[in-house]
Structure formats: C-alpha cells, structure tokens
C-alpha cells in the first residue's frame, strides 16, 4: 500500500519520564521510525566527580527513584570491586531479599498499572477502580508487600537508606523478617497466582509480533542470575563483567538524548524477557507453571511478552525470597557492622540485574576515596536500539489498520519494554534537529 | 466539586512521584476525594485547568522554564514536592562545577552542541505556593498537605532541627558511633528516618533558617573528617543555598 503516515505521539505517556514516538512514511516507504528521547539532562557522571565513596551510592541512587535499590546495589558492587570491600554472607543474603522486593514491585506496577489499562482498553489505572476494583486491591496488596521488604530491610523502598558499601547500617530483626514471610505466603502468594489468572484472560490482547534479536542478561551457575553472575549473550555466550564495554558498545543518534548500544547485531534486548530466554531453566516449577499457562515459552522472540515474563519473575521473587529469609534466619541473625576499610584503591566495576535489565556502573577511586570518573549503563539505554528496529518491522506488517491503531501498537510496544526514560538520561541531552 | 489535582515531573528521578504510588493503603481513599486530572506517569489524561498542580524535579532547560510558566498560569494553587523542586536538590551539584566543564565531562569535543541551565528550584522561576521536602518527599508528609488543601487549612510547618525528632526517638546520637551527620542544621519533618534506621543525615530537607554552618563544619572537621569532606556533605542537598 502506497500509504503516507506521520505517526507523532508526544510526551508518552505510562512510561517513566519524556519520550516522543515518531513514525514517517511517504508513498509506503517508511522513511523514520524510532522513539525519541527528550528528558532533560541530569548530569551525574559531573555530580560524581570528586565525592567519597560514602555518597556514592547515595547520589546514584537519585539517577532514578523507580529503579533507585537497582542503582544503589550496582553502586554498592562497583565500590566494593573498586576498595576491595569484601561482603558478608549475611549481606549478601539481604541484598537478594532487596532485589526480589524491588523487581516484584516493579514487575506488579508495570503489569498492572502501566501495561494492563491498555489490554483492557483503558486511558489508566484509574477508571479501572470502578471497573475491576478486586484486581486493583489485588496489585496494590503485591506491591506493598514487595515495598515492606524494601521499608523492612533497608528503612525506605524507594531510595533506600540501610544499605551502605560493605553491609548495612541496621539488620532487620528475626520478628521482621517473620512478618514479611508471613505476608509473601498468605498474601503475595496468593495474589501472585490470581495475577497469572487474569494475564492468561488478557492474553488475547497481546499482539502477536516477532523479531528474533541478541538477549543479553547476568547469568549465574547456581540460581536465575539477578544479584549476581556473569555477562550472557544469546549470541555468543558469556562474558566477564569486567568487558562489559566490549558488549555495550555505546553510541550517540539524533534522534535520542540517550545513548544507543549494540553488541553482536545492530541492537540488543535486556530485561525480563530476555532473562527468561537466557536463564528459564533455573526457575522453579511454579513460576514455570505461571509461565506455561500464559502461554510464555523459551526462545519467545515477541517483546509484547516481555510483560509476561515479568509476572513470571514475579511469581518467582514471591518464593524465593521466602528461601532466603528461611536462610538468613537458620543462619542466625548477626549484627554485623558495614566493612569499610578499603583494601585498594582504583578502578572497580559492577552489574547486577535490575527490573528493565542489566545495570552496569563503572568507577575510579582516587587514594582518598573520592571518585575521580564514574560511567553507568543504564537498560534502557541499551534497549533503545532494539525498540526502534522493532518499529521498522513492525510498521510496515500493520501498515493495513488505522493510524489510531497502528499509534496503540507502537505505544504498546514501547510500554512492553518498561522503558525507563529517567534513568537513561542521566547523562546526555542532545537536541536534534528534524 | 472535588478539587482538580495534577502532577508534573521535571528533571528529577520520578521517585517522589512513585512515593506516591506506593500509598497502597490509602491511595483509594485519596481518590475519594479529589480529581487527578493529569499525572503522565500513570494515565494518558490531559486538562486544561488545575486546582492543585504538584511539581516534582527542578528546572535546568529553556523547555523547562517555558513548561513551568504555562502551567502556572492554568493552576490556583502550586506545590513543589521534594528537593529537586524546593531548592533543587542533588540536580545542583552541577552548578558547582563550571557549566564547561560539566559539559566537556558528559559531551567531550562537542561540549557546545546542546543548550542547558543551571538546575534551579521551582521557586527561583515560578510563585510556589507550598512545598513538601525531602528526597523523597515522604508519603505521610504529602498526605499532611494534600488533606490539609482539602479541607482549607493552614498545612504544618517545621521550624526545628532533626536532631529534635532524632532524640524524641530516642536513638544513639551518630557522632557518638564515629559518624558525622547534617542532623543539627537540617529542617526537620522526616521523623529523623535516616539516624534511626543507623544512617547520617544526608540534609534532604535542606537547611533551616539561620543555621551556624561554621559551627556545623568545625562539629564534623572535629569528627575525624577533612574541611574539604565535610563541606561537599554539606553541599550534596544544598548547593544552591549555601555559598562556602
Ligand atoms: S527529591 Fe529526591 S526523590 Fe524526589 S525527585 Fe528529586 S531526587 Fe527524586
Ligand atoms: S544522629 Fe544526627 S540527627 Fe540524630 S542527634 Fe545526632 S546529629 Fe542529630
Ligand atoms: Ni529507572
């Protein structure tokens, strides 16, 4: 069809912070197709310069609230690699616990919240109050379970306060830890299995779209990689942390004021879905049941589906965060003191899985311990490149619905990526010319 | 009618806005009794006219001052939540640094490519007319105002230090365990979070009108940290308030 389409969807909105979708096609050829990132600068990498390693994690964290524990454990790794910091088991343990409490509040607000008013033909959550009132109590009960552990463990689930280079500067007490477990077993649980009920309902709704591409995520021996574990390309296998610009790769558009990356092809996937294509096998049998009734199997190539692996991980964070309180309490609760007595000084580099992907900070210690150079890649940086090759594909296989529709499906593919905009310009601002 | 409510975000990490969001308890409630109108990061809504607009992130590009203006004009009553918006918070470290050198850091050769302004509060280009402090803004903190707004009162005010709130909970002051904290110069109102969960005082709230910050300096330098030290944690909430 030999159609023109200008596609300008401003200021997106169900996505955290400023982006633009912008779709050109003239006599059927599709001549743009990408999405723009128009979030003002934040500067960090500037702010960093010169501050101790006491801050560290505390300035990073502010790179982005919904993703701030992601930030503040990355920055907490990257320390610790770059003073030779070593960590207890027990600080270990609660920072999974963290990570599991993050990722399925984060998981449950995007499912429900963001992703799902559009499978139900909703504007937002809000008129679905009416409409669906036992799902929303449902998604609320899920997420104030997941941010308890958050408030618990570190006093506050977004910009959290106990965790510090080293350890924590509080350990949660035995009663604590028993409620959480408590409320992930009789609540979250529950809810957690009726969430997998009303996805496979909604199912229907998702798109049917496929674009085989690199799934890049931690992988990890032992357990489903999020705190830690090596580099993993669905391409070409592992890779150390520590070459982790061989695979990011970063580069600048115009049409974005965040920057691109690219390994192995023209652009790569991180997040739930593609820890599900990498690490599925090591889920246990019940978030492989969730994942099978929605329909989600292994090598899924749909991004629409990225929201289901979502709720799979959820299911999976709900259990195995009662694992770990099972073990930190077998273990015997210690009142441990944060190790903070560096043992070098120089370069360190982290990673560690956050909800929309792999995080990775990068930083120089003077011998004072005052950051001399900081670099963060954020997720969402790294999806960009893939989102807009899926629009190229996309566009031109709906090219037959309305401009309305065909508006919805990129909106809708954008969302599915969870993209967070506040967190991938923490760097650049570049204004771009049309 | 119920009041029309909107939030906008400007350059700020979302997370007092999510703070929001995470009121699972009462969020239902709140909805009792006012109108969301417009709020980007969770609905596809817009309006024309506001009762209450709550402004979140600080203001740092020509697009911004621009934004902040129209939505000023289209609202009655302006609040601007968290740091960034009330003096703008960690986002004004940059104005430390020489704004070339801030760029040369992030763009390298093509540091004159791309416009930016100092991060400001919101207060510094629009009429405020409340704020809720705090990085993040804390939930019962905004729920204080919001009902306050509601009902037509007169919302709390906080006049003393942490360190007030920090001793009412009764917890072992920090700089007896070999810590320095902002405690003593610091607007109060976050119930001393931060010294009761083991943390210093990070001066989120900012400072409180006619704080001795030489006698704050010479408290934490006798701490065992360096003037140099102990400046920049005094900069990290308030480097547009204090000039050292
Ligand atoms: S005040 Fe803190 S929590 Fe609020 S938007 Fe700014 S950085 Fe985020
Ligand atoms: S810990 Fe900080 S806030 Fe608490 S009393 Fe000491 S100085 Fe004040
Ligand atoms: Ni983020």
């Not at chain 1, 559009?118 to 799902?135: E, M, Q, R, Y």
């Not at chain 2, 009412?168 to 320095?180: A, F, Q």
Request: charged share 25%; proline share 4%.
């Amino acid at each position: 069809m030999n159609r023109d389409l200008n596609i300008k969807v401003h200021h997106l909105t169900r996505v955290e912070g400023h982006g633009n979708i912008v779709v050109n096609m003239k006599d059927g050829v599709l001549e743009k197709a990408h999405l723009s990132i128009v979030e003002p600068p934040r500067f960090f990498e500037a702010m960093m310069k010169g501050r101790s390693f006491h801050e560290a994690a505390i300035i990073t964290s502010r790179i982005c609230g919904i993703c701030s524990l992601g930030h503040q454990l990355t920055s907490l790794v990257t320390t610790e690699a770059a003073l030779g910091l070593e960590i207890s088991e027990q600080t270990r343990l609660l920072r999974k616990l963290l990570v599991h409490g993050a990722t399925l509040q984060s998981n449950v607000l995007h499912a429900y919240f963001l992703a799902a008013p559009d499978f139900l033909g909703a504007g937002s959550v809000f008129p679905l109050i009416a409409t669906h009132k036992d799902v929303v109590l449902r998604a609320l009960r899920m997420k104030r379970v997941a941010n308890d552990i958050g408030d618990i463990v570190s006093g506050r689930a977004v910009h959290p306060i106990t965790p510090v280079p080293g350890g924590f500067t509080r350990i949660p007490e035995k009663a604590e830890l028993l409620e959480i477990k408590r409320k992930l077993l009789e609540e979250a649980l529950p809810d957690g299995l009726e969430t997998v009920e009303t996805m496979k309902a909604l199912a229907g709704a998702i798109p049917q779209f496929e674009r085989e591409t690199e799934y890049i995520s931690l992988k990890h021996p032992d357990e489903y990689a999020l705190y830690e574990g090596a580099i993993f390309s669905s391409d070409s296998g592992l890779i150390p942390v520590e070459n982790y610009l061989d695979v990011t790769n970063e580069y600048i558009v115009d049409h974005s004021t965040s920057k691109h990356a690219k390994y192995n092809r023209n652009s790569y996937f991180v997040g739930a879905l593609a820890r599900w294509n990498n690490n599925n096998s090591q889920l246990g049998d019940e978030a492989q049941a969730a994942a099978e009734a929605m329909g989600l199997k292994p090598n899924c190539y749909n991004p629409y589906m990225n929201t289901i692996a979502q709720v799979v991980e959820a299911v999976h964070c709900i259990l195995d965060s009662v694992r770990i309180i099972d073990k930190l309490i077998d273990n015997g609760l210690k009142n441990e003191k944060p190790n903070q007595t560096p043992t070098c000084y120089g370069r360190g580099i982290g990673s560690n899985e956050v909800p929309r992907g792999i995080l990775f900070h990068d930083y120089t210690y003077d011998n004072k311990g005052n950051i001399v150079a900081a670099n963060c890649i954020i997720p969402t940086g790294q999806n960009l490149a893939n989102i807009d090759d899926d629009m190229v594909k996309l566009v031109p296989e709906i090219i037959n619905k309305s401009k309305a529709e065909i508006t919805l499906a990129l909106e809708m593919l954008v969302r599915a990526y969870d993209p967070c905009i506040s967190c991938s310009v923490h760097l650049l601002e570049v204004d771009f010319i049309e | 009618m119920k009041p029309q409510v909107a939030f906008f975000d400007f350059t700020s990490c979302e997370g007092c806005q999510l703070n929001k969001l995470n009121l699972e308890n009462d969020l239902l409630d709140i909805l009792k009794h006012i109108d969301i109108v417009e709020f980007r990061e969770a609905m596809d809504d817009k309006a024309d006219f506001y009762d209450i607009a709550f402004i979140e992130g600080s203001i740092s590009s020509p697009s911004c001052v621009e934004r902040i203006h129209d939505i000023r004009r289209r609202c009655t009553t302006l609040v601007a939540i968290g740091s960034c918006a009330v003096n703008g918070g960690v986002n004004a470290m940059k104005n430390l640094h020489p704004i070339d050198e801030v760029r040369e850091t992030v763009y390298g050769k093509d540091k004159y490519l791309f416009a930016t302004l100092p991060a400001m509060a919101v207060s510094a280009v629009v009429k405020v007319d409340y704020e809720v402090r705090g990085c993040p803004m804390t939930q019962q903190d905004f729920l204080k105002l919001l009902i306050s707004l509601v009902l037509g009162k007169e919302p709390p005010k906080y006049g003393s230090p942490v360190c007030v709130e920090c001793k009412l909970k009764e917890n072992e002051c920090l700089y007896n365990r070999g810590m320095v904290c902002l405690g003593p110069i610091t607007r109060a109102g976050c119930d001393a979070i931060c010294p009761s969960f083991g943390q210093f005082c990070t001066g989120c709230r900012g400072l409180l009108d006619n704080s001795n910050l030489d006698g704050m300096l010479e408290l934490m330098t006798s701490h065992g940290i360096s003037l140099d030290e102990a400046k920049k944690r005094m900069l990290l909430y308030n480097s547009n308030e204090v000039q050292l």
